[in-house]
């Protein structure tokens, strides 16, 4: 897959999650900023290995999402606590596999699209 496309689409990712904090407040933009947050881990995995299968890169994000969150029940260094957060919340777990459900369901729809006529 070509970087172009990825790097267009994290930068609609960070994009997206601004705007979400700016339009809403409370749950709806927590949570859609905790699905958008594996979309771009997803894209990054992207970055590094363009030939990666969706699947992995899936699970690759949903899994550095989880690590993330599971190490928030220890203590994060207060210079990283910005990015990483600070404190653990469980149902964060199902809205990073959301976002790696959807970041998938691109990717595939994306490889599946027809040539480009020339």
Not at 13 to 19: D, F, M, P, Q
């Amino acid at each position: 897959m070509s970087r172009l496309p990825v790097t267009l689409a994290a930068a609609l990712t960070i994009a997206a999650g601004l705007g979400v904090r700016v339009v809403w407040d409370g749950p709806v933009s927590k949570y859609a900023g905790d699905a958008l947050y594996t979309v771009l881990i997803y894209a990054l995995v992207l970055l590094i290995r363009p030939v990666i299968r969706p699947w992995v890169a899936a699970l690759m994000a949903t899994g550095l999402s989880w690590a993330i969150e599971f190490a928030q029940l220890t203590e994060i260094p207060s210079v990283l606590r910005p990015v990483l957060g600070s404190t653990f919340n469980p149902p964060d777990l199902f809205w990073y596999a959301a976002g790696a459900g959807a970041a998938f369901a691109a990717h595939v729809l994306w490889l599946r699209r027809p040539p480009a006529c020339p």
